[in-house]
């Protein structure tokens, strides 16, 4: 084990661990810039990001300007969301206009809209799997899973006990459409590169 195992053990142990005690840990962490960590369920998760991953996740913000302002958009930025120790580092979130941070500076995820994943390999399991649960938990009205390796969309809508009722899949190059959600608008898919 390493130190890092061993306090997280042991604070884990005491009933003290939170995201909090971990996100520090990670601050102190020696981790390659341009890596992406989050923490779910737990489990810390880290992933670089690659060039093909940035351009999807450019492309959704750009899209998104028009219809919310670069203050209610975020990108890597944590938010914590319901479920054990489930600190998310959402590719691209977006605010309702009535949103406020809390205490500490962050986004509450009472006011996320719209979470946009854009699949890793690595990390693939948990954008399909406990961060859709937590997402929906949370009662998030639109998620979208970007995957470039399969070279399509999967969007999530009607949030429900812990799951969304809707899934509609589309493949890359077709639009998008969105004006029946929150979010209000049609997203193009025609530039996302796939992997």
Not at 9 to 21: C, F, K, P, Q, V
Not at 41 to 46: D, F, K, Q, T
Not at 107 to 123: C, G, H, L, P
């Amino acid at each position: 084990m390493t130190v890092l195992e061993d306090r997280i053990e042991m604070a884990h142990a005491s009933g003290e661990l939170t995201l909090d005690i971990m996100f520090e840990w990670l601050e102190k962490l020696p981790i390659p810039e341009g890596t992406k960590a989050e923490i779910v369920g737990g489990n810390i998760y880290m992933s670089p990001q690659r060039q093909n991953h940035w351009e999807i996740i450019f492309g959704i913000l750009l899209q998104l300007r028009d219809r919310y302002p670069p203050k209610r958009l975020a990108s890597d930025v944590r938010i914590d969301f319901p479920g054990y120790l489930n600190g998310f580092a959402c590719d691209v979130a977006a605010m309702a206009e009535r949103s406020v941070k809390d205490g500490n500076g962050r986004w509450r995820y009472q006011d996320v809209e719209f979470v946009a994943e854009v699949i890793s390999k690595d990390t693939a399991r948990n954008d399909y799997g406990p961060k859709k649960t937590a997402y929906a938990t949370a009662e998030v009205p639109v998620y979208l899973i970007v995957d470039p390796y399969q070279g399509r969309c999967h969007l999530y809508t009607d949030p429900k006990e812990g799951d969304y009722e809707v899934e509609t899949i589309v493949p890359f190059g077709k639009d998008l459409d969105l004006t029946g959600t929150v979010v209000d608008l049609v997203l193009k898919t025609d530039e996302f590169p796939r992997d």
